[in-house]
């Protein structure tokens, strides 16, 4: 099955640095969304970038389909930000999912 | 705004025992997932539902049952609950994106 490795496993800024995400996987996929886990463990969706680049407010994803990698950049980073990046992957058009295990992101004032 | 609600949100069981986890979505949308995460392993995909009346196996069925009444409900059941079940449960509705509960924490003790 599809397997999915997120890099680095953690990464500790100060704000107002940029951070930059990368989402690794074995296999072509039709579907690949970032989500946020908040530090209480709520679980929303960034983006759906399946190949290409993608933009929405501070964040730009970009997929490189046949090298079978995805990144999110994070530009001008906040304390708000600090929180689980998680990238996840699916091919059978019914958001069957499977997902890394994700970065732990800290932003220190 | 779409709406994932889960209960309860924590749960104490003894070994043996049955449990069964609730989701309610008032989003309309004909799939539904349950998840658990664990440390180490990241979210994985239980069952899945692609409307009222069915239900799928994901990547961890075992031990785990589940149920779809209707469009807006869709249940994970343990028949007899194990000490390794113990962890957070996701439920989730997918249109385009994947909206997700608030979580369960399961212990069983």
């Known amino acids: 099955g599809q397997q999915v490795q997120q890099s680095p496993a953690s990464l500790v800024l100060q704000e107002g640095e940029n951070a930059e995400l990368q989402c690794n996987f074995s296999s072509t996929a039709t579907q690949l969304q970032w989500f946020y886990q908040s530090p209480g463990g709520s679980l929303v969706s960034l983006l759906s970038n399946p190949s290409g680049t993608k933009h929405t407010g501070r964040l730009t994803s970009t997929t490189v389909t046949k090298e079978r990698r995805s990144s999110l950049h994070i530009s001008s980073s906040q304390t708000t930000d600090s929180g689980t990046y998680l990238c996840a992957l699916g091919d059978s058009g019914y958001n069957k999912l499977t997902f890394g295990k994700g970065t732990v992101l800290l932003v220190s004032p | 705004e779409a709406a994932v609600t889960q209960s309860p949100r924590n749960k104490v069981a003894v070994t043996g025992g049955k449990v069964t986890l609730s989701c309610n979505q008032t989003n309309n949308h004909n799939n539904m997932y349950w998840y658990r995460q664990d440390t180490g392993h990241g979210l994985r995909l239980i069952h899945y539902s692609y409307g009222a009346g069915s239900t799928e196996k994901g990547d961890i069925p075992d031990g785990y049952k589940a149920s779809r009444p209707s469009q807006e409900n869709f249940s994970l059941i343990l028949e007899l609950a194990t000490p390794s079940q113990t962890s957070v449960y996701f439920c989730?509705?997918?249109?385009?994106?994947?909206?997700f509960g608030a979580g369960t924490r399961l212990s069983v003790l």
């Open positions: 989730a509705s997918s249109g385009t994106y994947l909206y």
